[in-house]
T-cell receptor, first 111, second 114 residues
């Protein structure tokens, strides 16, 4: 079963605009991770936010976490065509041995 | 470092045939994983391993077997392929590093079963 559910399923924007993706999860977590997948490629880790953090930045990425609402958001500022990809949130299981992935948001950035 | 590699990249099987997918990592990671990815389903965990000689079932293990005879390799076997196993298969690995560590993914194997 999926732990995380991303919203929206698909997002289409113009270069230079900001893109926001949301993730909701079901159980208490220690951390939440975001991954990017370019078409036909493996997933690449973007950023991790711990349960005691509310916001984290990495370059043009900004991640927020609201544990009371069991939700997280990923903001990509000043998007580029190269940001076109699918984005997944993932949370570890209780034993931290496994990650459970959401169904992903497909982002299309047009020049 | 090559990171995580997978062979083969593509394969077409007939129903009932068997095959083995190979995953190799050169990062000395303890944990290794096999996922399948289907349209609209995200990634689903098939089997995983927490160290050499160990394996455990994931979310969708039926029809698959795995082995971890060497720390750097994790093999996924299909004993009798079915069309429902048409998918893209990803291997990943993770180091020990406490509770907050990322997984590193291979490039994927696209399998079609006819």
């Amino acid at each position: 079963s999926q732990q995380g559910e991303e919203d929206p399923q698909a997002l289409s924007i113009q270069e230079g605009e900001n893109a926001t993706m949301n993730c909701s999860y079901k159980t208490s977590i220690n951390n939440l991770q975001w991954y990017r997948q370019n078409s036909g490629r493996g997933l690449v880790h973007l950023i991790l936010i711990r349960s005691n953090e509310r916001e984290k930045h990495s370059g043009r990425l900004r991640v927020t976490l609201d544990t009371s609402k069991k939700s997280s958001s990923l903001l990509i500022t000043a998007s580029r065509a190269a940001d076109t990809a699918s984005y997944f949130c993932a949370t570890p299981n209780t034993g931290f041995q496994k990650l459970v992935f959401g169904t992903g948001t497909r982002l299309l950035v047009s020049p | 470092n090559a990171g995580v590699t997978q062979t083969p990249k593509f394969r077409v099987l007939k129903t009932g045939q068997s095959m083995t997918l190979l995953c190799a990592q050169d990062m000395n990671h303890e944990y290794m994983y096999w996922y399948r990815q289907d349209p609209g389903m995200g990634l689903r965990l098939i089997h995983y391993s927490v160290g050499e000689g160990t394996t455990a079932k994931g979310e969708v293990p039926d029809g698959y077997n795995v082995s971890r005879l060497k720390k750097q390799n994790f093999l996924l076997g299909l004993e009798s392929a079915a069309p429902s196993q048409t998918s893209v298969y990803f291997c990943a690995s993770k180091g020990l590093g406490g509770t907050a560590t990322e997984q590193y993914f291979g490039p994927g194997t696209r399998l079609t079963v006819t």
